[in-house]
């Protein structure tokens, strides 16, 4: 992997550098004021949806410089490029490789404006890891689709404007995989209910979404019919492919190294325990291999060649993370670890009692530990399927 930088990109590194420093404030000082100024200031770069085509709006930059500017964002604890997360990671690649131009001038703009959120109706009650066994049914009524079924865990449902759906348009496809259309909905059709699932830690980010004769017009098709799975898979690919999760990562880290210098073991900050260092050692090294194998994946795309699979071993490594440093900060505060914000005993107002409960989040959301495993096995180390 050789990353050194041309004279431009080089450039661009120190424009990036130069424009952070005039308009990112401390993490303290940050109003909610500054947010609604940064978004606006970032959209006038074209640095949301920097990868994107210019002809759609977005920056049309090579991997090069997203990979440069992913990094100096993290490592300055910037806020999100955009507000539409689902939206820019991938609705809208998904609608820029597969949509009609009329979809484009419809969607695009107000996505890297961040008008409003999208949410992805994929899961159902009985086929999440085997996604493309889904049952949820569309069929066509002259120039409408008509929706019949359930989708669940829907991450944002509560508060979406539109959905990209799945459904299944043909009842006897040769192979599974065919036979599966991509719809875009709006969430307010008539006969859709959203029912919330609250969580451990007492959100409600997943739902329930039911769907009872929702009429859709054709014209909101997203690539042609039955080959929804084609769309699907390449709109995966963009949300996994990012690595811009290492620098999240490595925030809880530092914090949790914090965390461990506040509380005490046998009367000695818990940072002393050697048992507490190799803990963490370990923690670092796996996110360190997960940067290194983000490396080799922006590695692959600067020589042109498509990612796959192998996407799913860094998604597999994060859940993984999530959920054992949640775990261990609960564990070093000992007697307060069980308790929750407003409970004085705890740090940092239960904020890491909130990380350990809240993993689902994002453990469950691209595809479960189970799926990826899946993958991995199938798909990278030839295995037969399960």
Not at 181 to 198: A, F, N, Q, W, Y
Not at 223 to 250: D, N
Not at 301 to 306: N, R, V
Not at 372 to 383: D, M, P
Request: hydrophobic share 40%; net charge neutral; charged share 25%.
């Amino acid at each position: 992997m050789d990353f050194t930088l041309t004279p431009e990109e080089q450039a661009f590194r120190d424009e990036v550098r130069a424009f952070l420093d005039e308009n990112l404030p401390p993490e303290a000082e940050r109003t909610p004021e500054f947010y609604g100024t940064w978004q606006k200031r970032v959209r006038e770069k074209r640095w949301v949806g920097f990868s994107w085509p210019r002809d759609v709006g977005g920056g049309g930059a090579s991997i090069m410089q997203q990979a440069i500017l992913k990094e100096e964002m993290a490592k300055r604890k910037a806020p999100p490029l955009g507000t539409c997360f689902m939206g820019l990671a991938w609705v809208g690649p998904a609608i820029i490789e597969y949509g009609t131009e009329e979809q484009k001038r419809r969607f695009i703009p107000d996505i890297l404006d961040g008008a409003y959120h999208w949410c992805t109706g994929y899961s159902e009650p009985d086929y999440g890891s085997d996604l493309a066994s889904l049952q949820c049914k569309a069929v066509r009524e002259g120039d409408a689709y008509v929706v019949n079924g359930q989708k669940i865990w829907t991450s944002i449902a509560v508060w979406s404007k539109w959905i990209i759906l799945l459904v299944r348009t043909s009842t006897n496809p040769r192979d599974k995989h065919d036979g599966i259309t991509c719809l875009l909905v709006p969430m307010d059709s008539e006969g859709i209910t959203v029912r919330p699932i609250k969580n451990m830690s007492g959100g409600a980010l997943f739902a329930e979404v039911f769907f009872d004769d929702v009429r859709v017009p054709v014209e909101n098709r997203l690539g042609a019919e039955g080959q929804g799975w084609k769309v699907t898979i390449s709109a995966l690919a963009h949300e996994r492919s990012s690595i811009a999760e290492v620098a999240s990562l490595m925030r809880h880290l530092e914090g949790l190294v914090a965390l461990a210098r506040e509380c005490t073991r046998n009367g000695r900050p818990a940072l002393h325990d050697p048992s507490v260092r190799r803990r963490l050692a370990r923690l670092e090294t796996r996110i360190e291999a997960m940067r290194t194998n983000g490396l080799r994946y922006l590695t692959k795309q600067l020589k042109g060649e498509p990612l796959s699979s192998e996407t799913s071993v860094n998604k597999l490594q994060r859940a993984a993370l999530e959920i054992e440093i949640g775990d261990m900060a609960v564990e070093l505060q000992g007697h307060a670890g069980p308790l929750t914000r407003g409970a004085s005993p705890a740090k940092a107002d239960g904020h890491w009692q909130h990380v350990a409960l809240a993993w689902p989040e994002v453990v469950i959301g691209g595809g479960t530990p189970n799926i990826q495993r899946n993958i991995i096995a199938e798909r990278i180390l030839g295995l037969p399927k399960d």
